[in-house]
C-alpha cells in the first residue's frame, strides 16, 4: 500500500488532484493535520489559478462555447431544419460543414478596451468579416459576450439570408422600450437580428422550455414572457423576444431556420455598407 492510499480518502483526492495538475508542495507527510493540509493544498489550488493570465482564463471559455455552439449546429433537429430550408441533406450538409470551419478557424484577437472601437451594446467585442478576426477585450468575458461573436463568425458576418427570413425579422421587429433610439436602431440590423434569434433558440433550450427542433407554441411564449419580466432571459434572448411582435414570433421560430442563406434569392439590409471591409458586426 502506497502512503497515499494510507491517507483518509479526503486527504487522498487532494494529494491526488494536486499531483495532477503539477501543485508544488501538494505532498502531504503523514500524520499532518487533515484539515492544515486540506487548507494548504486549497491556498495552492488558489494561487495556482490566480498565476492564470487573463487571457489563459478567457481562452479556456472560448473554447468551452465554441464546443457548445458546434454541438448545437451537429444536432439532429439542426441538421433536419437546414434540410428543409435549403431543400437537400447534401446543402444542409455543406452549410454546417462551412459554419463548422468558420468556428474552428476564427482569429480570436485580445486588445485593451481602448483599443476596441465598436458601437455597439457595451462596446467590448468586435467580428471582423473580411478578416475573419473576434476581437475581444483582455477582461473578464461574460459567456454570451463570447457566443455572439462566435455566432457572427460562424455565419461570417453573413449578410444574406434567404428573402422569406429578411422579411420576416425586418417586418416583425418592433423597438424595446429598455433601449434607448440609437440602440433600437442598431438593434434593427438583420445582422444583430440573425444573432439575437439564434441566441433565444439556445436559450429555450438552456431553460429547458423546448428543444430546437420542437414547434414553437402559444405556450412557450408566455413562459417566455414570465421569465423576461423576471429578468431571467440572456440579454440577446430578451432583446429579440421583446423586439419581436407576438404575431411573427411564433411563425419565425417554427419557420426560420437560422436564416440560412437559401438559392440566389436574397435579401440586403438597406443601410449596410457591403463593400466596406471594415464593417464590423
Given at each position: 500500500?502506497?502512503?497515499?492510499?494510507?491517507?483518509?480518502?479526503?486527504?487522498?483526492?487532494?494529494?491526488?488532484?494536486?499531483?495532477?495538475?503539477?501543485?508544488?508542495?501538494?505532498?502531504?507527510?503523514?500524520?499532518?493535520?487533515?484539515?492544515?493540509?486540506?487548507?494548504?493544498?486549497?491556498?495552492?489550488?488558489?494561487?495556482?489559478?490566480?498565476n492564470r493570465s487573463e487571457?489563459?482564463?478567457?481562452?479556456?471559455?472560448?473554447?468551452?462555447?465554441?464546443?457548445?455552439?458546434?454541438?448545437?449546429?451537429?444536432?439532429?433537429?439542426?441538421?433536419?431544419?437546414?434540410?428543409?430550408?435549403?431543400?437537400?441533406?447534401?446543402?444542409?450538409?455543406?452549410?454546417?460543414?462551412?459554419?463548422?470551419?468558420n468556428i474552428k478557424t476564427?482569429?480570436?484577437?485580445?486588445?485593451?478596451?481602448?483599443?476596441?472601437?465598436?458601437?455597439?451594446?457595451?462596446?467590448?467585442?468586435?467580428?471582423?468579416?473580411?478578416?475573419?478576426?473576434?476581437?475581444?477585450?483582455?477582461?473578464?468575458?461574460?459567456?454570451?459576450?463570447?457566443?455572439?461573436?462566435?455566432?457572427?463568425?460562424?455565419?461570417?458576418?453573413?449578410?444574406?439570408?434567404?428573402?422569406?427570413?429578411?422579411?420576416?425579422?425586418?417586418?416583425?421587429?418592433?423597438?424595446?422600450?429598455?433601449?434607448?433610439?440609437?440602440?433600437?436602431?442598431?438593434?434593427?440590423?438583420?445582422?444583430?437580428?440573425?444573432?439575437?434569434?439564434?441566441?433565444?433558440?439556445?436559450?429555450?433550450?438552456?431553460?429547458?422550455?423546448?428543444?430546437?427542433?420542437?414547434?414553437?407554441?402559444?405556450?412557450?411564449?408566455?413562459?417566455?414572457?414570465?421569465?423576461?419580466?423576471?429578468?431571467?432571459?440572456?440579454?440577446?434572448?430578451?432583446?429579440?423576444?421583446?423586439?419581436?411582435?407576438?404575431?411573427?414570433?411564433?411563425?419565425?421560430?417554427?419557420?426560420?431556420?437560422?436564416?440560412?442563406?437559401?438559392?440566389?434569392?436574397?435579401?440586403?439590409?438597406?443601410?449596410?455598407?457591403?463593400?466596406?471591409?471594415?464593417?464590423?458586426?
Amino acid at each position: 500500500m502506497s502512503n497515499i492510499e494510507a491517507f483518509p480518502k479526503k486527504i487522498k483526492n487532494i494529494v491526488k488532484q494536486g499531483a495532477k495538475i503539477g501543485i508544488v508542495g501538494a505532498s502531504l507527510l503523514v500524520g499532518a493535520n487533515s484539515l492544515e493540509a486540506q487548507q494548504s493544498t486549497e491556498l495552492s489550488l488558489e494561487k495556482t489559478e490566480t498565476n492564470r493570465s487573463e487571457k489563459e482564463i478567457n481562452l479556456d471559455k472560448i473554447d468551452k462555447q465554441k464546443l457548445f455552439l458546434l454541438n448545437h449546429i451537429n444536432s439532429q433537429d439542426f441538421f433536419n431544419r437546414a434540410v428543409e430550408e435549403l431543400g437537400s441533406t447534401e446543402q444542409a450538409s455543406n452549410f454546417i460543414k462551412e459554419l463548422e470551419n468558420n468556428i474552428k478557424t476564427v482569429v480570436i484577437s485580445f486588445l485593451s478596451k481602448e483599443e476596441i472601437i465598436h458601437d455597439t451594446e457595451s462596446g467590448n467585442a468586435v467580428y471582423y468579416p473580411v478578416i475573419h478576426q473576434i476581437n475581444y477585450p483582455n477582461t473578464d468575458l461574460m459567456d454570451e459576450t463570447i457566443i455572439h461573436e462566435l455566432i457572427h463568425a460562424a455565419y461570417h458576418g453573413r449578410d444574406n439570408i434567404s428573402q422569406k427570413a429578411g422579411d420576416l425579422l425586418f417586418h416583425s421587429f418592433q423597438s424595446d422600450s429598455k433601449e434607448n433610439n440609437e440602440m433600437n436602431t442598431y438593434l434593427n440590423s438583420l445582422a444583430e437580428r440573425q444573432v439575437r434569434k439564434i441566441l433565444l433558440d439556445i436559450e429555450l433550450e438552456k431553460q429547458g422550455i423546448k428543444n430546437y427542433g420542437e414547434k414553437f407554441t402559444p405556450e412557450h411564449y408566455q413562459k417566455l414572457k414570465e421569465l423576461d419580466e423576471q429578468g431571467k432571459l440572456g440579454r440577446g434572448a430578451g432583446q429579440f423576444f421583446r423586439m419581436t411582435n407576438k404575431t411573427d414570433l411564433e411563425k419565425i421560430m417554427n419557420e426560420v431556420a437560422d436564416n440560412l442563406q437559401k438559392n440566389d434569392n436574397t435579401y440586403r439590409y438597406q443601410g449596410w455598407d457591403y463593400g466596406n471591409g471594415k464593417n464590423r458586426a
